[in-house]
């Protein structure tokens, strides 16, 4: 038993070495560094969101078990993205800047990834990409608030984060929020719970700018509709800047109280529609290069041509085509990258089976395990999305489901489904996670006509 961060992390690497394939293993975790072990949390440093993302998504809880095993106590992993310089030999701090007041500020911290110069601008983007600079140059003075709308994964995340890397690299002493509205609601119920309003209210209405993602999800919050209407004008009345986003336009967003809404439109209302072809193989082109990745112009041009709608999937399919490539040795030819991204008249009709060998992979199970009757968390919790990606893709009742889930009753399926339906409406980042393995699958199969 040890406390050595190095020490705990060797241990758990060898024993990954044992559990996952290694092809795997060397993809995930062999650029991974410990830093950091401080009671219940072991920090680890990885090189960027991509793998972040991919540890999490499917390793945490077995690097998380194996971590306890080797510390002799319950150890909850966190992992870090690695600044630039891959030689520093501090632990980077989630939220550093030059400006000391930014990081007690910044709720959630920025991905660096998520910069303007990596942000690849089109015809679909332009006003969106032109007027979030403009905020980001003259905070408070161009476009106030801007109110930036597009459906999921066509950017208006990484601009909103543009906005806050451009004024943390201007080194301005301004002070700035980054948080989802999400987030804005869960801090306010917290600070109602103990008594600690006030010095909530300080800390969002005395920034100079608020970048508040994804405030579709405040419908239906009434207490944290009518907080944010008050920072609003606080904000606004001081000249300080605001930047919203949400996946529609300010007049979709009928169960928001209309004085806020309208609020929402004093300033600029920008959307951002799909990419065409051009602008998305200039996206594909900016991914590959950005991690140093040699691919043809001809195979980026086919997978942006079969995939038009995300342009996370079409992140999505170029990382896929390229672990193919990497790991089975599949050549990034047309043949064979006509089977993986069938055009849409090819493709094969999804089924539940499909359905279930996708969330196995997501989460290193086994098929099996889905089908079976553990009821262990994380298995329990992803054959609760496999049922409800199966009801939600397929034309299956929930009794034809539940004979594919080891002869569940029809209700028990409506249950999971329903727990999932749930979910979602709480947990936007969950929401994301799903519609990434639903955007997977619609790319590769043919679905029936969504209801
Ligand atoms: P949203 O918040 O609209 O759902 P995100 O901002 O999270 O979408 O974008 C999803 C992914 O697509 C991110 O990895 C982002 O960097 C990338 N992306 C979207 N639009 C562009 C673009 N125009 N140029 C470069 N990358 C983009
Ligand atoms: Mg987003």
């Not at 209407?229 to 209309?258: A, C």
Request: charged fraction near 25%.
């Amino acid at each position: 038993m040890t406390d050595n961060p190095t020490t705990v992390w060797n241990q758990v690497l060898s024993d990954l070495q044992r559990e996952v394939p290694r092809a795997s293993y060397e993809t995930w975790f062999a650029d991974t560094r410990p830093v950091q072990l401080k009671d219940h949390t072991l920090v680890v440093v990885v090189p960027d969101s991509f793998t972040k993302g991919g540890i999490e998504r499917r390793y945490q809880s077995l690097v998380e078990q194996l971590a306890s095993a080797a510390c002799g106590r319950e150890i909850y992993l966190s992992l870090q993205i690695s600044e630039q310089s891959p030689d520093r030999s501090d632990p980077p701090q989630l939220g550093q800047s030059e400006s000391p007041s930014l990081q007690t500020h910044s709720t959630l911290p920025l991905n660096p990834d998520y910069s303007f110069d990596r942000f690849i601008r089109g015809k679909n983007n332009h006003l969106a990409y032109a007027a979030s600079i403009a905020a980001a140059e003259a905070p408070g003075k161009a476009y106030n608030p801007l109110f930036i709308h597009g459906s999921v994964g066509l950017g208006k995340t990484h601009l909103l984060q543009a906005v806050g890397n451009f004024i943390v690299s201007s080194n301005r002493s301004m002070t700035m929020l980054y948080t989802t509205s999400e987030q804005f609601a869960i801090e306010l119920i917290n600070a109602i719970r103990t008594n600690s309003t006030p010095s909530f209210r300080e800390k969002y209405r005395r920034i100079d700018l608020l970048l508040l993602d994804d405030v579709q999800f405040l419908e239906g919050k009434e207490a944290t509709e009518e907080e944010l209407f008050h920072t609003f004008n606080e904000l606004y009345g001081n000249e300080k800047q605001i930047v919203l986003s949400s996946d529609r336009s300010p007049e979709k967003l009928s169960r928001l109280q209309d004085r806020l809404v309208s609020r929402f439109r004093w300033g600029l209302v920008a959307d951002i529609q799909p990419p065409d072809l051009e602008t998305r193989i200039a996206i594909l082109r900016e991914k590959a290069d950005n991690r140093g990745l040699v691919v043809e112009d001809a195979v980026l041009e086919l997978i942006a041509r079969r995939i038009s709608s995300n342009v996370r999937t079409l992140e999505g399919a170029l990382i896929r085509a390229i672990a193919s490539n990497e790991l089975e040795g599949m050549e990034l030819t047309f043949k064979n990258l006509e089977k993986m991204l069938p055009e849409e008249g090819k493709r094969a009709q999804l089924t539940i089976n499909h359905i279930k060998e996708e969330v196995a992979t997501q989460y290193h199970l086994k098929r099996h395990d889905l089908e079976g009757a553990s009821r262990k968390k994380e298995i329990s919790q992803a054959r609760h999305m496999a049922i409800y990606l199966a009801r939600e893709m397929t034309s299956s009742s929930f009794p034809a489901i539940g004979k594919q889930f080891g002869n569940r009753d029809h209700t028990t399926i409506m249950h999971s489904y329903m727990k999932i339906k749930k979910l979602i409406q709480e947990v936007p980042l969950f929401q994301s996670e799903l519609h990434e393995i639903q955007e997977g699958l619609a790319a590769q199969f043919n679905t029936p006509a969504q209801a």
